[in-house]
Nanobody, 127 residues
Framework: EVQLVESGGGLVQAGGSLRLSCTHS????????IGWFRQAPGNKREVVSC????????WYADSLNGRFTISTDNAKNTAYLQMNSLKPEDTADYYC????????????????????WGQGLQVTVSS
């Protein structure tokens, strides 16, 4: 059974940084895609970033203006979302999602593209 376990959320002041981690089990190699999406109360969910298998392709939501960076450490089966210059509007529940192989060279900003979800974690940015 594939499991995704997120960590690294919490409370931070505006302008601060957080690094979210997503550790998965069930896949060897790097032929899968990882995404991060978020959902704030009353808002629709949105994928904020994704990375393809082989780290060949990354995508970011325009609204981030370059503040977030997605990466993976395949030796650790872990993906990261480095979030800098956080704003109160970044406050949301964040979820890690995974597209099972094959997913080389592509990922998607559609949540329905992904096969597995993490349990989610809360990020709160205070003003």
């Amino acid at each position: 059974e594939v499991q995704l376990v997120e960590s690294g959320g919490g409370l931070v002041q505006a302008g601060g940084s957080l690094r979210l981690s997503c550790t998965h089990s069930g896949f060897a190699g790097d032929d899968y895609a990882i995404g991060w999406f978020r959902q704030a109360p009353g808002n629709k969910r949105e994928v904020v970033s994704c990375i393809s298998g082989g780290n060949a392709y990354t995508w970011y939501a325009d609204s981030l203006n370059g503040r977030f960076t997605i990466s993976t450490d395949n030796a650790k089966n872990t993906a990261y979302l480095q979030m800098n210059s956080l704003k109160p509007e970044d406050t949301a529940d964040y979820y890690c999602v995974l597209k099972k192989p094959p997913a080389y060279y592509y990922c998607s900003y559609y949540v329905e593209f992904y096969d597995y979800w993490g349990q989610g974690l809360q990020v709160t940015v205070s003003s």
